[in-house]
């Protein structure tokens, strides 16, 4: 079927009808359990209260479904990251090793203790740290290592774990993307010495903000804890953040399920379209998909992406880029390179992401994403023949300026 040039076929950025006009789906959605238990805040007091029942409950369920001794909450999983490192001493002269392709909050959060970051090349297939690289990357300086899994990827934290206890180093675990997740048969956030969480307003769990770093380590836990409680207590996560995520805590699993049904429908429906990838997962793994990250290779598919990005945007699909990798346009100064970085150049280039929340919809919402995906494909011709236009325009009036003095 060639349906070019129909009018129901026009891109949406071209003023043809969009895929999905009314947009990606809300987040957070809709939920009638969240709305109890603000009524119930309301009701009982606790939304005003410094402390209560619902921390100590939200405390205890992370505990019980992670499966681990130590919860301390907190205001954001990026100041999570920082407890962090208070809780395990890391400091001025000491080196973290992270990858160079990673959430940027989390290079500031090394910075932020006086710490330098090592940054470490991502695998190939994934995006996600290069296990094999941090031999390479080690110095004797290097006192934590500190893994995301990111973008339905994951980590294979057997073997990093393997590598730490070798060498010593303390192992850091940031599950902000991925609550629930299960890798090489354990949950993700508990293999290293601390893990952490994030209840960020665009987050699998939110509370408009929040975190909580989780531990078996009583030493570390004890740290945390002293550290948020100078003055007063120090960025906590409140009661009425805790009573809204209790009920999203109970239906983690199963939306999880239903996200990860999702994503293989939407993987096979996407199969075949040349210049996109899916960041590989390793069978009997868990994932968790805060985003649903893709390998963009803009030659493969016959656009630019940010000009792939922005007709997938119009058609009403909520995919973005990736992230900026720490060490692109950034003073070497301010990190060790501990490795060949081409890989997380390439992402910080050519990674794409889904936003999670059509991940909850019904197969038909999430069909729409790659009907949108492959409109665009089949108009990438005349997408990249205006662009090309565009370009031109650009450079002739830029010269008629320069004529014009
Ligand atoms: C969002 C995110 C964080 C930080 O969480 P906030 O609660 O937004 O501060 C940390 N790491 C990763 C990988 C994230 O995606």
Not at 52 to 80: F, I, K, N, P
Not at 82 to 100: C, F, N, S, Y
Request: proline share 6%; with cysteine.
């Amino acid at each position: 079927m060639n349906a070019i040039g129909s009018a129901t076929d026009r891109l949406a950025l071209h003023g043809g009808p969009a895929v999905c006009p009314s947009g990606p789906p809300p987040w957070p959605p809709p939920d009638d359990e969240v709305l109890d238990a603000l009524r119930a805040a309301w009701t009982d007091g606790t939304w005003g209260v410094y402390q209560g029942r619902h921390t100590a409950a939200l405390e205890a369920a992370v505990r019980d479904l992670w499966a681990v001794e130590h919860v301390v909450l907190c205001g954001s999983g990026t100041y999570a990251v920082e407890l962090a490192w208070r809780a395990l001493r890391i400091g001025p002269g000491d080196e973290v090793l992270m990858a160079a392709y990673d959430f940027p909050g989390n290079f500031l959060s090394v910075h932020a203790v006086g710490a330098l970051p090592v940054l470490v090349d991502v695998a190939a297939d994934n995006w996600n740290l290069a296990i094999e690289q941090l031999d390479v990357a080690y110095s004797p300086a290097v006192r934590a290592l500190l893994v995301s899994h990111l973008h339905g990827g994951l980590v294979a934290m057997r073997q990093v774990m393997d590598w730490a206890r070798q060498r010593r180093v303390a192992v850091v675990e940031d599950a902000a993307q991925c609550p629930g997740a299960v890798v090489q048969g354990r949950p993700v956030g508990t293999w290293g010495d601390i893990g952490i969480l994030s209840f960020g307003g665009s987050k699998l769990l939110t509370a408009g903000r929040g975190g909580a770093v989780i531990t078996n380590r009583a030493d570390a836990a004890q740290r945390a804890r002293t550290h948020q409680l100078r003055g007063n207590v120090v960025c906590p996560l409140s009661e009425l953040q805790a009573a809204v995520l209790l009920p999203q805590l109970r239906r983690l699993k199963e939306r999880n399920r239903r996200r990860r049904a999702n994503v293989a429908r939407l993987l096979e429906a996407l199969g075949g379209v040349p210049g996109l990838r899916p960041l590989a997962a390793r069978d009997g793994d868990e994932p968790g998909f805060y985003k649903l990250g893709f390998h963009y290779e803009a030659e493969a598919f016959g656009l630019p992406r940010e000009q792939f990005l922005a007709a997938v945007g119009a058609e009403g699909i909520a995919l973005g880029a990736g992230f900026a990798a720490a060490h692109v346009g950034r003073s070497p100064r301010r990190y060790r390179r501990g490795s060949d970085l081409t890989e997380a150049e390439r992402a910080h280039h050519g990674c794409v992401v889904l936003h999670h929340p059509v991940l909850l919809g019904e197969p038909p919402a999430v069909m729409q994403v790659a009907e949108a995906i492959r409109k665009v494909y089949r108009h990438r011709a005349s997408l990249s023949s205006s662009l090309q236009g565009r370009l031109r325009q650009a450079t002739s009036s830029a010269s008629d300026r320069m004529t014009n003095g």
